[in-house]
């Protein structure tokens, strides 16, 4: 394909947290002093259905209650365990996920952005760890004030910025809901990097390209 721009995902397609979810979620329960009610899998199983919120204190606190849903753990509980999660939650203790650093330094030529969801606090500490604040031409970080992917506006904003269209674009992503969905309702056609956790045989929606590392990212511009 011929493409002048590629836009990034951040989490689980550039970067990924050095501790596993599993050791994070531990260390946030014995923080708490609860016994563990819930696992990764049932955390992103929630994800979906929370409502957006202005906060990350406030998006750990609904995802650890819908996660309570069910179990023996009330509200008081989700709440101490979600603010645990949060203490716990080192954003600096990032590193590049396969290829992804390379797939960023071969990108001469190319206009190149990010599009993430969540505030530009915690997402620029994750790009000052790995050192590539500066390897963007623009930087949309999508909260829900104005709407999170899958929303459009998020694309559209960083399309706008770099003056491309949606069909001069791919866009790098993770998620199939929040990245080839949201991509694909602007009509910009994906590349899907899954994280293990995120791999599906079958997945829906259909994205253009499927990478096993970023490192094929330069076979398929």
């Not at 397609?13 to 531990?26: D, G, I, K, N, V």
């Not at 190319?110 to 390897?135: F, M, P, W």
Request: net charge negative; glycine share 6%; hydrophobic share 40%.
């Amino acid at each position: 394909m011929t493409v002048s721009t590629v836009l990034f995902d951040l989490d689980d397609t550039l970067c990924e947290y050095r501790r596993s979810p599993q050791a994070r979620l531990t260390a946030a329960f014995d923080r708490a002093g609860v016994d563990p009610y819930c696992t990764p899998t049932d955390l992103r199983a929630a994800l979906p259905t929370l409502d957006p919120v202005e906060t990350d204190r406030e998006f750990y606190a609904s995802l650890f209650a819908a996660a309570a849903e069910g179990t023996a753990a009330d509200s008081l509980t989700a709440t101490r365990v979600a603010r645990a999660y949060e203490a716990v939650h080192d954003h600096t203790d990032v590193r590049f996920r396969a290829g992804a650093a390379a797939a960023l330094s071969g990108l001469a030529g190319y206009d190149v952005g990010l599009v993430t969801n969540g505030g530009r606090e915690v997402q620029s500490r994750k790009l000052a760890a790995l050192d590539i604040a500066d390897a963007f031409d623009v930087s949309v970080f999508a909260t829900p004030e104005y709407g999170l992917k899958p929303n459009a506006y998020p694309f559209e904003r960083a399309l706008s910025a770099l003056d491309t269209s949606p069909g001069d674009a791919l866009y790098v992503g993770n998620s199939l809901r929040a990245d080839v969905a949201g991509a694909r309702r602007v009509g910009m056609p994906v590349a899907w990097f899954p994280a293990t956790a995120d791999y599906t045989r079958d997945p829906d929606p259909t994205p253009d390209y499927t990478l096993d590392t970023l490192a094929d990212l330069h076979d398929v511009l």
